[in-house]
C-alpha cells in the first residue's frame, strides 16, 4: 500500500514537472528569442512579399538618426494582410515620421480610398514623399500638419465622420493613446479595425518599475496604462500580437 501511495505521488510529480516544462516551452522560451529566427522570418516571408516602394523608403529611413521609429516591416506585413481582409476604403493614421506605414496602406487600400494621417513634423513625412509621389498613391493621402487630437476633435464635431472609418493606426505620442482610442472608436464603424504601435514598449511592460531602462522610463507607466485600459474596454475586441515593438489589434464591436 506504502509504495503503491509512492508511486501515485511520484506519477502525479512527473505529470506536473510535464505540464510546468510545457508551460515553460511556451511562455518563457518565445519562438523570436533569437536573432537568427527573426531574420529568417525577415528574409523568407517579409522581405520576399516587400513592394518595391516600400523597400526604398525603408532603405531611406535607416539613415534618419530616428529610423527605430519606423513601422517594422513585418507588423507591416500584417496591417497589408488585415487591410485588405477588411476591404478598408477610408483610413486615417496617426503618427506618420517618413511614411512607412502609411505608404503601406495607400498601396494596398483601393484607389479611390482616402488616409487622414496626421503629424506635428512635416519634414520627416517629406522624407518619403518622393517615394510615395513616385508609386502613384499620394493622391489617396490628405497630410494634416498639426497635433492629432484637435483634428479628431473636428472630424468628430461633423456627425457624418462618425462611424465612417473602416481602419486606423497609430504610432505616436504614448502617453495620449487613451486620449486617441476614445475618438478612434467613435470614428471606425463597427467592424471597423484600429492597430496601435509599440504596446509593448521594448518588453519593458513586464517589468517592475525600478527595473525599467531610464530611457524607457518616461512612456512605460503610459504603455502599462493603456494595456489595461484595451483589456477592460467592451467596445472593442483585442489581440496583442509580439510583432515589432508590440501591436495591438482592436475590432471595433
Given at each position: 500500500?506504502?509504495?503503491?501511495?509512492?508511486l501515485?505521488?511520484?506519477?502525479?510529480?512527473?505529470?506536473?514537472?510535464?505540464?510546468?516544462?510545457?508551460?515553460?516551452?511556451?511562455?518563457?522560451?518565445?519562438?523570436?528569442?533569437?536573432?537568427?529566427?527573426?531574420?529568417?522570418?525577415?528574409?523568407?516571408?517579409?522581405?520576399?512579399?516587400?513592394?518595391?516602394?516600400?523597400?526604398?523608403?525603408?532603405?531611406?529611413?535607416?539613415?534618419?538618426?530616428?529610423?527605430?521609429?519606423?513601422?517594422?516591416?513585418?507588423?507591416?506585413?500584417?496591417?497589408?494582410?488585415?487591410?485588405?481582409?477588411i476591404?478598408?476604403?477610408?483610413?486615417?493614421?496617426?503618427?506618420?515620421?517618413?511614411?512607412y506605414?502609411?505608404?503601406?496602406?495607400?498601396?494596398?487600400?483601393?484607389?479611390?480610398?482616402?488616409?487622414?494621417?496626421?503629424?506635428?513634423?512635416?519634414?520627416?513625412?517629406?522624407?518619403?514623399?518622393?517615394?510615395?509621389?513616385?508609386?502613384?498613391?499620394?493622391?489617396?493621402?490628405?497630410?494634416?500638419?498639426?497635433?492629432?487630437?484637435?483634428?479628431?476633435?473636428?472630424?468628430?464635431?461633423?456627425?457624418?465622420?462618425?462611424?465612417?472609418?473602416?481602419?486606423?493606426?497609430?504610432?505616436?505620442?504614448?502617453?495620449?493613446?487613451?486620449?486617441?482610442?476614445?475618438?478612434?472608436?467613435?470614428?471606425?464603424?463597427?467592424?471597423?479595425?484600429?492597430?496601435?504601435?509599440?504596446?509593448?514598449?521594448?518588453?519593458?511592460?513586464a517589468?517592475?518599475?525600478?527595473?525599467?531602462?531610464?530611457?524607457?522610463?518616461?512612456?512605460?507607466s503610459?504603455?502599462?496604462?493603456?494595456?489595461?485600459?484595451?483589456?477592460?474596454?467592451?467596445?472593442?475586441q483585442?489581440?496583442?500580437?509580439?510583432?515589432?515593438?508590440?501591436?495591438?489589434?482592436?475590432?471595433?464591436?
Amino acid at each position: 500500500m506504502f509504495l503503491r501511495i509512492l508511486l501515485v505521488a511520484a506519477v502525479g510529480v512527473c505529470l506536473d514537472m510535464e505540464n510546468k516544462a510545457k508551460t515553460t516551452t511556451y511562455t518563457e522560451n518565445g519562438l523570436l528569442q533569437t536573432p537568427e529566427l527573426y531574420e529568417y522570418l525577415l528574409e523568407t516571408s517579409v522581405y520576399p512579399r516587400e513592394a518595391e516602394p516600400l523597400k526604398e523608403l525603408r532603405a531611406l529611413t535607416s539613415t534618419h538618426p530616428r529610423a527605430f521609429m519606423a513601422a517594422a516591416p513585418d507588423s507591416g506585413q500584417l496591417v497589408a494582410f488585415i487591410l485588405k481582409l477588411i476591404n478598408a476604403k477610408k483610413t486615417i493614421e496617426i503618427g506618420v515620421f517618413t511614411g512607412y506605414s502609411l505608404l503601406l496602406t495607400a498601396l494596398t487600400i483601393p484607389d479611390g480610398g482616402k488616409i487622414t494621417a496626421i503629424d506635428v513634423d512635416r519634414s520627416a513625412y517629406e522624407i518619403g514623399l518622393p517615394v510615395i509621389e513616385k508609386a502613384g498613391v499620394k493622391h489617396k493621402i490628405n497630410f494634416i500638419e498639426s497635433q492629432a487630437l484637435p483634428v479628431l476633435d473636428r472630424l468628430l464635431e461633423d456627425p457624418e465622420n462618425k462611424e465612417t472609418f473602416d481602419f486606423a493606426f497609430v504610432d505616436a505620442d504614448k502617453a495620449n493613446y487613451k486620449n486617441y482610442h476614445e475618438r478612434v472608436v467613435e470614428l471606425l464603424k463597427p467592424g471597423g479595425v484600429v492597430i496601435y504601435d509599440n504596446t509593448l514598449w521594448g518588453g519593458t511592460v513586464a517589468m517592475a518599475e525600478e527595473l525599467v531602462p531610464e530611457d524607457r522610463l518616461g512612456t512605460w507607466s503610459a504603455a502599462v496604462e493603456f494595456n489595461k485600459h484595451l483589456a477592460a474596454d467592451a467596445r472593442v475586441q483585442i489581440s496583442q500580437v509580439p510583432l515589432g515593438d508590440g501591436i495591438t489589434i482592436c475590432r471595433r464591436l
